[in-house]
């Protein structure tokens, strides 16, 4: 596993970049990430580059034996964007404008925003796409991070012809997501608002199907504005692209499958104590394109650091990058010190010196042992997680039961757990945990019925394809139920209370060709996940 670091060239003096570098060198780092919020630093004025700062930072890393990673900068607009065109700013829940001065005030559905974004990405490409001391490039930063849904006149042209395009007819919406129900019938695509939340004097929410819309719509805007940077820097360059997503328990509101399915690497950002997450989101990025994956930031002020890394490495991390390696002396972001390598005085804090140690060690000694594969296999379905927490008479914190009760209940630090986002990946597990999937996908119940055929073992929850994929409820059993567990029963909706409130953990279990499907109750605590999933792998 190689080591790199945030570094802000922008921010810190030339004069210092020699000595940062060469204590990066003496600590075993061997490349920067720069670049990410330096928008108005390359283009301070529209259409008037400056790139004399990030050429010499470049050569003087490259002079001390550091590559690049280098980022693009459209994360944070600079400030002639945002005056000259307004529709750039994002709108809040409260209908208040977020104003310039934070990060991700950025409309994804504006058209300004994307045409000038896509172009300070291509003077980038044409620039260094080539340059051999720039190993890879990230895309933007943590997308979907500040602002998650953007609830603007601009965002809400782009809805309405996210749905026409999705529907084709107004009929069709109206009859799928039965919205008779209290007369909301449209007569046309431009009728229908965003699910703003609802000031009344009893609690009241938008249409549950209107909410998960948006939230796929939120979703694919913030997956579509990464691969047109994507195919951009295609063009200019052979390196690695990838960008770094964030972790779920700050929202798992863009999907992860679609994000990187245009990248050539997973990246990630983590900042956890919790030896379990951070597995978690290890096994995760390797799983997703099965390959290794890069940490894009991770924070060093951890007083497990070392053992930590260990971890990652036995996981699969290729590069992994450490946030950050001076402390900012001003900004948003300058009571973060404890996650720095340097004070601001230029000194090494504690991180530098663990860094620095671990770093030795690596070098002198044999790699540790590669987790084995458990042969384990968690499912998760984003627009699940979003359905349950839209829900307000049945609201559930899907990433932390997935993650705290079913991932946390079968981790190992010496086996890796595979973290599946998409139907095609259920065949490469031989226990199959599937917590929470409310929601009914064919292709996946395809894939579930010939996983079990074909010997292996299903534990899901006893909420299993209860809705269809626009969040309304289905009125006859599923095919996975009447093949895989002989159920004819037209009361199936009917018996949804009585499963949760069994006392008994298994609430159904039948062997189907050459292997099983076992239903258990929503709330399967951790402990009866761990013994489900060995006996699953023991079978």
Same mark, same amino acid.
């Given at each position: ?12 003096? @030339?004069?210092?970049? $020699? ?39 470049i ?45 991700q005030?950025?409309?994804? $559905? ?5 045409h ?80 703003a ?20 719509? $939120? ?31 700050w ?22 104590s ?36 260990d ?8 590069w992994? $990058? ?11 972001? @300058? ?36 987790? @084995? ?65 409310i ?87 951790l402990?009866?996940w ?7 792998v @023991?079978?």
């Open positions: 596993m190689k080591l790199a670091t945030a570094y802000y060239p922008d921010y810190h003096p @030339q004069a210092e970049w $020699s000595r940062d570098f060469r204590l990066m060198r003496e600590a075993g780092i061997e490349c920067i990430r720069i670049a990410e919020f330096a928008w108005a630093k390359m283009e301070p004025e529209e259409g008037v580059y400056d790139w004399e700062w990030l050429d010499d930072s050569r003087a890393a490259e002079a001390h034996g550091l590559s690049v990673i280098l980022c693009t900068p459209t994360a944070t607009p600079p400030i002639w964007l945002t005056e000259r065109y307004p529709d750039v700013l994002p709108v809040g829940k409260n209908g208040r404008t977020i104003v310039h001065g934070a990060r005030q950025r409309c994804y $559905s504006s058209d300004h925003y994307k000038y974004s896509l172009r300070i990405v291509e003077e980038m490409g044409k620039r260094y796409g080539a340059d051999p001391a720039v190993i890879g490039w990230q895309i933007d930063n943590e997308f979907g991070g500040e602002t998650k849904y953007d609830y603007g006149d601009v965002s809400k042209k782009g809805f309405q012809a996210y749905l026409e395009a999705e529907f084709g007819d107004i009929n069709a919406l109206n009859e799928r997501w039965g919205t008779a129900f209290w007369s909301q019938t449209y007569r046309r695509f431009d009728q229908i608002q965003l699910p939340p609802i000031d009344c004097d009893v609690m009241m929410w938008p249409h549950p199907s209107l909410e998960l819309a948006f939230r796929r719509f $939120s979703s694919k805007v913030m997956t579509d504005f990464h691969r047109s940077q994507v195919e951009t820097l295609r063009r200019y360059t052979k390196a690695p692209i990838t960008t770094n997503a964030f972790m779920f328990n929202g798992d509101n863009v999907d992860w499958a679609k994000l990187f399915d245009c990248s050539d690497v997973v990246g990630i950002d983590i900042y956890s919790d030896e379990a997450e951070i597995a978690f989101y290890a096994d995760a990025c390797r799983s997703l394109l099965n390959r290794p994956f890069w940490v894009m930031e991770y924070g060093t002020g951890s007083a497990a650091l070392p053992a930590e890394m971890l990652m490495r036995s996981r699969g991390c290729e992994f $990058s450490l946030f950050k390696f001076r402390v900012f002396p001003w900004g948003q972001e @300058q009571e973060t010190a404890k996650g720095a390598m340097l004070a601001v005085t230029g000194d090494p804090l504690p991180g530098y010196g663990a860094v620095k140690r671990w770093a030795d060690v690596r070098d002198v000694s044999p790699p540790p042992p590669r987790a @084995q594969d458990s042969g384990i296999g968690v499912y998760y379905d984003f627009e699940c997680a979003w359905t349950y927490e839209i829900s307000k008479a049945d609201p559930v914190d899907y990433f932390k039961y997935v993650h705290r009760t079913v991932y946390a209940g079968v981790y190992s630090k010496t086996s890796t757990v595979s973290v599946l986002f998409e139907p095609a990946a259920v065949s490469g597990v031989r226990t199959l945990l599937l917590p929470l999937q929601l009914h996908d064919d292709a996946l119940e395809e894939a579930l019925i010939a996983f079990v055929q074909g010997g292996g073992h299903l534990v899901a929850t006893s909420d299993l394809f209860r809705r269809n994929r626009d969040n309304v409820y289905l009125s006859r059993v599923p095919a996975i139920f009447r093949e895989v567990l002989g159920w004819q029963d037209s009361r199936f909706m009917d018996d949804v209370p009585e499963l949760m409130a069994s006392p008994i953990p298994v609430l159904a279990e039948r062997a189907y060709g050459r292997g099983r499907m076992t239903i258990v109750r929503r709330d399967l605590d402990e009866g761990a013994s489900l999933a060995k006996a699953g @023991q079978a």
